[in-house]
């Protein structure tokens, strides 16, 4: 077993324990402080697309909201944690969903072609190589498609002491904001939330 292998079976362990008792009370806590993620659903169901992975799904709540406006999509997720997906199959089982990691899933193993669209939403600051599954999602995605990252930024508008305590808090689930540098260097077009709390960021793979 490699070492990033045995990072990977770490992380897995380490969400399938703390989803396996959080994933019931998820979506009513994470209303109050994972902002952004509405308006990145609006900014994509702006233009048209027929298929979409969602990375890191978590319950479905995402996939929920999409196919309630767009019902005729194909819609899909791969995730990391067992015990999520056990969940989001019971929310979404119209869904295509899959046990993986970001950094190295088939995408196209779940309609059978690349997905128009890749969503991140609150995923890629837990992902252990960022930079890797960026570049992974766009390799992934249909030419001509996109993929949208939505997720906490540097939180540079917040003052200290409360930047530090949220930064710490965060840590202690597996949790580091997103350093930008990262998405320009995939040459994503940005969108900040109020005090760079959240970040959207849009890549386009070229036809």
Known sequence: MSVAEAHQGEHRAFLNRYYGWSRKIYDVTRKYYLFGRDTA?????????DSL??????TGRNLRQIRARRPHAKLGGIDASDAMLEHARKKCPWASLAQGFAEQADYSELFGAPPDRVLFSYCLSMVQEKEKALAHALSQVAPGGEVWVVDFSDLGGLRQPMRGMLQRWLAAFHVKPLDIQLLHDQGA????GPLHYFV???MRRPA
């Open 41 to 49: 659903i609006d900014r994509m169901l702006e233009e048209p697309w």
């Open 53 to 58: 992975v969602e990375i890191g799904p978590g």
């Open 189 to 192: 077009g940005i969108e900040h």
């Open 200 to 202: 959207i960021g849009r």
